[in-house]
């Protein structure tokens, strides 16, 4: 499965931009999904996750209640809506998904095992 994701750029604090993933490929394989970012000299860290169904969603205490995770399997598509953004969400934001089963590990990097090439999000002060 290939990932691509889309839709960051420059908004001020409190605003909100909509991310999006595309995925094509041998889809039907993919089961959980995530969005994870990297700020410059930090860490990936885990943002959202998906199961497959749509029905389970998992965040980041520090996204929680401010972002929201969705996919559309018809359509191949993962969303991440980001509301009331601060300075510190500023990072290149990934999408992620794993083969074959959920996963419980939905917080951890080596979970997933296909990646997008990641989006540029800047929120300035």
């Known amino acids: 499965v290939q990932l691509q994701a889309s839709g960051g750029g420059l908004v001020r604090a409190g605003g909100s931009l909509k991310l999006s993933c595309a995925a094509s490929?041998?889809?039907?394989?993919?089961?959980?999904m995530a969005w994870f970012r990297q700020a410059p000299g930090k860490e990936r860290e885990f943002v959202a996750a998906i199961n497959r169904s749509g029905g389970s969603t998992y965040y980041a205490d520090s996204v929680k209640g401010r972002f929201t995770i969705s996919r559309d399997n018809n359509n191949n598509m993962m969303y991440l809506q980001m509301n009331s953004l601060y300075p510190e969400d500023t990072a290149v934001y990934y999408c992620?998904?794993?083969?074959?089963?959920?996963?419980?590990?939905?917080?951890?990097?080596?979970?997933?095992?296909?990646w997008g090439q990641g989006t540029q999000v800047t929120v300035s002060s």
């Open positions: 992620a998904g794993r083969h074959y089963s959920d996963t419980e590990r939905y917080t951890e990097v080596l979970t997933y095992d296909s």
């Open positions: 490929g041998r889809t039907s394989s993919l089961y959980s």
